[in-house]
């Protein structure tokens, strides 16, 4: 079964600093997504990443797909406060369509 | 409609009891998806649609729960004999074709008291 793991699970930063979350996945999968999630919200899709070597940018975030080592990463460029937010990715089973979500990152950007 | 459309909002149910929980997808949707989010955790797969009928239901927690979507768009999951541990939010997702472009709605509280 596929498990997705995210960490770290609480992250502090200051505003100006840059930091990447990680996410592991344990099986092959064919597709890994980015959510963020604020506060007694819904999850708002950020990037998803469908082959080996992926990077998408979208404004001070990056994500990066590599399959081999089953790995994704989530970078931040240069925080502000309107990043903090909770972080999840996730991924599809191979040969399945639905996804296996991470515990989530909970980011807070201080001043 | 424009999003997906979740009702109700929340719902407080005495233990023992029997809820419906519906999800509206986007129009011309076919892949439909429920999750389970309990406080402080990330989603949990419960059961996925394509079409009317259920491709993957390996998430249900037991057999108290069922889901249907007879019609290929609106689906209604359902919970009997309520427990507090199924207290969570309950978030559905649809997509134009499996596997792509996931919109989630704004979930269900349900609170189990």
């Known amino acids: 079964e596929l498990k997705v793991e995210q960490n770290p699970l609480f992250l502090s930063m200051q505003e100006g600093k840059n930091y990447t979350i990680y996410c592991n996945y344990s099986?092959?999968?064919?597709?890994l997504y980015w959510y963020r999630q604020d506060p007694g919200k819904s999850l708002e899709s950020l990037f998803v990443?469908?082959?080996?070597?992926a990077v998408k940018q979208e404004g001070r975030l990056m994500a990066s797909l590599d399959t081999k080592a089953r790995l994704s990463t989530l970078h931040i460029t240069a925080a502000v406060h309107d990043l903090s937010a909770t972080y999840f990715c996730?991924?599809?089973?191979?040969?399945?369509?639905?996804?296996?979500f991470g515990a989530g990152t909970r980011l807070t950007v201080k001043p | 409609g424009a999003g997906v459309s979740q009702t109700p909002s929340n719902k407080v149910t005495e233990k023992g009891k029997y809820v419906e929980l519906r999800c509206d997808p986007i129009?011309?949707?076919?892949?439909l998806y429920w999750y389970r989010q309990s406080l402080g955790q990330g989603p949990e797969f419960l059961i996925y649609f394509q079409g009317t009928g259920a491709a993957d239901d390996s998430g249900l927690p037991n057999d108290r729960f069922f889901a249907v979507r007879p019609e290929g768009s609106v689906s209604t999951l359902k919970i009997q004999r309520t427990e507090r541990g199924d207290s969570a939010v309950y978030l559905c997702?649809?997509?134009?074709?499996?596997?792509?472009?996931?919109?989630f709605g704004s979930g269900t509280r349900l609170t189990v008291v």
């Open positions: 129009s011309g949707h076919t892949a």
């Open positions: 997702a649809s997509s134009l074709t499996s596997g792509y472009g996931y919109t």
């Open positions: 996730a991924a599809s089973p191979h040969n399945n369509n639905d996804m296996r």
């Open positions: 099986t092959t999968s064919d597709r």
């Open positions: 990443l469908l082959s080996n070597g």
